[in-house]
């Protein structure tokens, strides 16, 4: 995993100190007097439009020659989670963004980086996050009251992940047993020797076939480490299809954190061609006649097939309650949370052990009366 911040400076006419990208604005704001630069989308791309690249060629041809951050980079390795971080050389790392742990050492690496095509601004700024946050630590009613404190406090991180999006043009064809249900009336001797009529359920088995056809668009595979994949599919989906896309630009990422794909691509197409098969499967199912099957096998011929290397935000709560480590994630985009916590069972026996039982004892004591 890595991460990179600060790509490049942009100093405030007024004051002179580093601008930031400020999600609530959508534009670069200097985070000490506040001025808000004249800055427009398009100055600083890497490209004009934001393309779809080839998958097949890209696999064939992906060197060191696709690294193109625009800063002069270092990098260290958490000892810890183990996650590689990479910034600007006049940063210094007192901790891992991820885990918080403080056992980090220099590191270098030779694996190629495919530098992303595109980025999902950050829509929502960390007070509007803070707010989002403290309604669902108050919804969660079995969590610790230590913990709803604890956790307010704790540090919060602006982020933006790796994702890899993937197009495709499938045409599957399937084969299958359909069943057809139905009702049959048989005669039976009882347990009393005379003859019964009962109605029997049967399934008549036939054959069947067919073919579809299917475009898979911005198919979506984490390139992330760092954050657990459960939570994370939790806040997706991020938009990836619409204007709200836009060609990366290292403005949108000033003073934030951002990650390095852990996930190469060629493992990412293969998690990709694993999600197509199953939903290709499922959409096969679907056309099955009848009312129930079994047998289904499909056969796919895939064309056209497309990737982009994309940045999404995140902002990220870590920490540790007692001797387990917490993540709360919060999409920066719709504002979706998802995350682990700490249950107190003194709470539970409270709310639900001590009530059921109460129910119970009343109960048994109202039989007896």
């Known amino acids: 995993m890595a991460e990179i911040t600060a790509l490049r400076k942009y100093p405030c006419p007024e004051c002179g100190g580093d601008a930031e990208w400020n999600a609530a604005k959508q534009a670069l704001v200097c985070p000490y007097c506040g001025t808000i630069l004249p800055w427009k989308s398009g100055e600083d791309t890497l490209g004009a439009t934001i393309r779809e690249t080839d998958l097949a060629e890209a696999l064939r041809s992906a060197g060191p020659e696709t690294r193109d951050w625009r800063f002069e980079k270092r990098e260290v390795k958490c000892q810890s989670c183990h996650a590689i971080t990479v910034f600007e ?20 690496t030779d694996r190629d980086a495919i530098t992303p095509s595109a980025v999902l601004p950050a829509r929502l700024s960390e007070p509007q996050v803070r707010d989002r946050l403290r309604q669902w630590y108050a919804s969660r009613i079995f969590a610790p ?4 404190k604890a956790a307010l406090t704790d540090t919060l991180h602006g982020l933006y992940l790796p994702y890899w999006t993937f197009d495709a043009h499938v045409h599957a064809t399937w084969t299958a047993m359909a069943g057809y249900v139905y009702v049959e009336n048989v005669q039976r001797r009882g347990s009393d020797g005379r003859i019964v009529t009962v109605a029997e359920r049967r399934v ?8 579809l056809e299917h475009f898979f668009d911005d198919d979506p595979v984490p390139g992330t480490m760092g954050i ?12 990836t299809r ?8 290292p403005a949108y990422v000033r003073g934030w954190v951002v990650e390095r794909y852990q996930l190469d691509l060629r493992k990412a197409a293969e998690m990709n061609l694993a999600q197509m098969e199953a939903a290709l499967r499922q959409l096969c199912a679907k056309q099955v006649p009848g009312d129930t099957q079994r047998d289904l096998q499909v056969q796919t011929q895939y064309q056209g097939r497309t990737f982009k290397h994309v940045l999404v935000p995140v902002w ?3 920490y540790t309650y007692g001797p387990k480590n917490y993540q ?16 107190s069972y003194v709470k539970v026996f409270f709310y639900v052990v001590l009530p059921t039982l109460i129910i119970i004892v009343l109960l048994l ?5």
């Open 145 to 148: 009251n230590r913990f709803k």
């Open 316 to 318: 990220l709560v870590s």
């Open 89 to 108: 050389a006049s940063r210094a790392a007192q901790s891992c963004e991820f885990c918080g742990s403080p056992s980090i050492v220099p590191v270098e």
């Open 242 to 249: 619409g204007d709200e896309l836009k060609p990366y630009e």
């Open 204 to 211: 008549r088995w036939e054959p069947a076939a067919g073919e």
């Open 365 to 369: 004591l109202s039989q007896q009366s």
């Open 228 to 239: 657990e994949l459960a939570l994370l599919r939790k806040v997706e989906p991020f938009p």
């Open 328 to 343: 709360i994630v919060v999409n920066g985009y719709t504002g979706a949370i998802a995350g682990d916590r700490p249950i």
